[in-house]
């Protein structure tokens, strides 16, 4: 069974700091890991994946995350944090299934708060 | 490109009832996957539907079920339902049924059961 812990329920970080918020997962085989972001009332919208190659990965709004194969993690990274970062992040994971996807197993999310 | 739609957005119900919800994926997108997301669990996989298929599904009882139309539309239906079925329900569409693309959701319909 695959799994995705999010160790922090929150994040505070002032305007113009780096941010992290952390992930780490476990599954059998070679993991497809993603990360979304939730807005109050919206769905979620994708921000970046790692399915395979460089272990930093670039996405949207100047997001990147890093995937450690050894620590089984992977963390999201912003250099400057912007008040209009603050949301809730998902972290997921999932692996190729035989004959179609596998639905994304989604840690419990981190709530991150940017302060100006 | 118009987005993932899903209707109603809010639904409130009683106990015992049936519901159904409806999503509409992007455009050209083939794979449909449902969720729930609930302040509790969080946010748990229901099933997911290729070409009209469903070819996985979550750890959910079978009041829980759904199915994809050849226009790649999907409907998910809930019967007899319970308070613990309060949730927010997502959908989301894919271009193709794998894993390594990602999904695009919608912004869910929130159903409330009294």
């Known amino acids: 069974a695959q799994s995705v812990a999010q160790p922090e329920d929150q994040v505070n970080v002032a305007e113009g700091n780096p941010l992290t918020v952390k992930c780490t997962y476990s599954?059998?085989?070679?993991?497809?890991l993603f990360w979304y972001v939730q807005y109050p009332n919206r769905g979620l919208q994708f921000l970046l994946k790692?399915?395979?190659?460089?272990?930093l990965v670039k996405g949207s709004y100047g997001f990147e995350a890093e995937f450690n194969k050894s620590q089984t993690s992977f963390h999201l990274k912003k250099p400057s944090a912007l008040v209009s970062d603050s949301a809730l992040y998902f972290c997921?994971?999932?692996?190729?299934?035989?004959?179609?996807?596998?639905?994304?197993?989604f840690g419990k999310g981190t709530h991150l708060i940017i302060q100006p | 490109k118009a987005g993932v739609t899903q209707t109603p957005r809010y639904l409130i119900k009683t106990r015992g009832q049936q519901v159904t919800l409806s999503c509409s994926p992007i455009?050209?997108?083939?794979?449909v996957s449902w969720y729930q997301q609930t302040p509790g669990q969080g946010l748990q996989f229901l099933f997911e539907?290729?070409?009209?298929?469903?070819?996985n599904k979550g750890n959910f009882p079978g009041r829980f079920s759904g199915r994809q139309f050849s226009n790649s539309r999907s409907e998910m239906n809930v019967s007899t339902l319970e308070l613990g079925d309060s949730a927010l329900y997502l959908c989301?569409?894919?271009?193709?049924?794998?894993?390594?693309?990602?999904?695009?959701f919608g912004p869910g319909t929130r159903l409330t059961v009294t």
């Open positions: 455009s050209g997108h083939r794979s």
């Open positions: 790692y399915i395979t190659g460089d272990n």
């Open positions: 997921a994971v999932t692996i190729l299934g035989g004959g179609g996807a596998d639905g994304l197993t």
């Open positions: 539907y290729f070409s009209e298929t469903q070819r």
């Open positions: 599954v059998s085989g070679n993991p497809y």
């Open positions: 989301a569409s894919s271009v193709v049924g794998t894993a390594a693309y990602e999904q695009y």
